[in-house]
C-alpha cells in the first residue's frame, strides 16, 4: 500500500514522527515536495525504509493528482502542512480516498472566510475585516486594540497588536511590504487564557485528545513561549469549540484548535490548524498519552475506524509535560548551542532539540521563526516536571553574535 505525503519542509514529514510511523504500518512512502533537494538530504541518514521524493508543485492539486495518476495507486493521500490541506483533500477525494472535506480544510486555512463562516452559521460573530493590497486601511473602523495578520498566514508571522489608526496604518504598511500582493485580516482582539484543542476523527466519530494552556510573548507579538499539557477541560468549553468544529466541517484526521475562554464563559476560536499539533508537541503528545498517534492518525487516512475509548483513555492519562523554546531576541549568527539531547531523571523524561544550526544568520522576525531550539518534559508531577526544563535551560547557553 503506497501513502503519498505531500510537504513543504522536510520538517512536515520527519521530525514530527510521520514517517516512522508509516514504516510500522508497512507503507511504502512518496514524498511530494516542489524542493525535492533537501528532503533527499533529511532522509538521507534514514534506514531502508527511507522514501522516494518526487519534485512536484503540491501548491496546485492539479499537478498532485496528474502525477499521482501516473505514478503507483494511492491507498492514501496525507499531509501535515498548514498550506497543503487544501490540496491535498482535493487529491484525496479525486482518487476515492478518505478526504477532508476540502471547504473546511479552506475555511480552517483562510482567516477571514473562517469568521465569515462561523458568523454565518450563528456560531461566534467576530469583527473582523479583509484589506487587500493597496487598500487604506483608514476605510475601515475596528475595534481596538485589534489585531492584524495575513488572511493565509502560519507561526504567528506578521500577527500583531494594534493600539488606534495610526499604528494600525503603520503596521499595515510594514507587512504588506514585507509580503506583496498579501491580502491582511484586521479583526476584534480576543482577550483570555489561550487554550488548545486537540482532536482525532476517523470520519465516524471525533475524540479529544486533550490540549494545552499556551503562555505568548509579551505584546505587541503573539509568539508562542511554553504549553504546558492539559487533558480535560470543562464540558461546556469542549462542547462549545466542537460545536464551532462543526460547523466548520472539520472532522476527519487531527485537528489543532486554538481559543480562548472568555470571562462570561465562552469558549471563542483564535484559529484552527487542521493539522497536527507542531513544535514537537506532537512527539510530546504521543508521549503523554501512552497511545501510536501517528498510527492512529494515518490509519484514519486509510479509512481505518479508531479505538471507541480513545477519547476516555487520553482523558485518563496521568502524565503531565511542558513545552517551552528558546527563542532569539536579536538578530546575528548562532555562536553558542547545546546539541540534541535527551535524558530521563526523578521520573522525568526530557528531550532538546536544536531548531537552527551553528554559524547561520537570521534576521529577528518576532515571529515562532526565531525559536533557536525546543525542549520539553513529561512526567507525572507538574513541578517537578517545570523543575527539569528550568534546570536544563539554566544549564546550558544560546549565544548570537551580532
Not at 498550506?83 to 479525486?94: P, R
Not at 510573548?217 to 464551532?244: G, H, K, M, T
Amino acid at each position: 500500500m503506497r501513502l503519498y505525503l505531500l510537504a513543504l519542509n522536510p520538517t512536515d514529514s520527519v521530525t514530527s514522527g510521520f514517517l516512522p510511523a508509516a514504516a510500522r504500518l508497512g507503507l511504502d512512502v512518496t514524498v511530494l515536495t516542489d524542493h525535492a533537494e533537501p528532503h533527499r538530504k533529511a532522509y538521507a541518514d534514514l534506514p531502508s525504509t527511507a522514501p522516494e521524493v518526487l519534485e512536484c508543485d503540491v501548491r496546485d492539486f492539479r499537478a498532485v493528482i496528474s502525477l499521482i495518476s501516473r505514478h503507483h495507486a494511492p491507498a492514501a493521500v496525507f499531509s501535515n502542512s498548514d498550506h497543503l490541506q487544501t490540496q491535498t483533500a482535493l487529491a484525496a477525494e479525486y482518487f476515492g480516498l478518505p478526504a477532508k472535506d476540502w471547504k473546511a480544510a479552506l475555511r480552517a486555512k483562510d482567516k477571514g472566510q473562517l469568521r465569515r463562516h462561523l458568523a454565518l452559521t450563528g456560531q461566534d460573530a467576530v469583527w473582523s475585516a479583509e484589506l487587500a493590497p493597496g487598500q487604506d486601511p483608514a476605510e475601515l473602523d475596528p475595534p481596538f486594540p485589534c489585531v492584524v495578520k495575513p488572511r493565509e498566514g502560519v507561526a504567528s508571522e506578521d500577527v500583531t497588536l494594534v493600539a488606534d489608526a495610526a499604528e494600525l496604518a503603520a503596521r499595515c504598511r510594514e507587512i504588506q511590504h514585507r509580503r506583496a500582493g498579501a491580502t491582511l485580516v484586521v479583526e476584534e482582539f480576543l482577550a483570555g487564557q489561550l487554550c488548545t484543542l486537540e482532536t482525532l476523527g476517523d470520519g465516524r466519530r471525533r475524540h479529544v485528545l486533550g490540549g494545552f494552556r499556551t503562555r505568548l510573548s509579551p505584546p505587541p507579538d503573539f509568539i508562542e513561549e511554553v504549553l504546558e499539557f492539559v487533558p480535560a477541560r470543562p464540558a461546556a468549553v469542549v462542547e462549545q469549540v466542537l460545536a464551532q468544529l462543526d460547523a466548520l466541517g472539520v472532522g476527519l484526521g487531527a485537528c489543532h484548535t486554538e481559543f480562548v475562554v472568555q470571562p462570561d464563559g465562552r469558549a471563542r476560536i483564535i484559529e484552527v490548524n487542521y493539522r497536527a499539533i507542531g513544535d514537537q508537541c506532537d512527539l510530546m503528545l504521543a508521549e503523554i498519552l501512552g497511545i501510536p498517534l501517528f498510527e492512529h492518525i494515518l490509519a484514519a487516512h486509510l479509512g481505518r475506524e479508531l479505538p471507541g475509548d480513545l477519547g476516555t483513555q487520553c482523558a485518563a492519562t496521568p502524565r503531565r509535560a511542558r513545552n517551552e523554546v528558546i527563542c532569539a531576541d536579536r538578530a546575528g549568527v548562532l555562536t553558542a548551542a547545546p546539541g540534541p539531547h535527551d535524558e530521563e531523571r526523578d521520573g522525568v523524561r526530557l528531550a532538546y532539540r536544536p531548531l537552527r544550526p551553528l554559524g547561520e544568520r537570521h534576521e529577528h522576525y518576532r515571529t515562532n521563526r526565531d525559536y533557536l531550539g525546543v525542549m520539553w518534559a513529561t512526567g507525572t508531577d507538574q513541578g517537578a516536571v517545570d523543575a527539569a526544563v528550568a534546570r536544563f535551560r539554566a544549564a546550558n547557553r544560546w549565544e548570537i553574535t551580532p
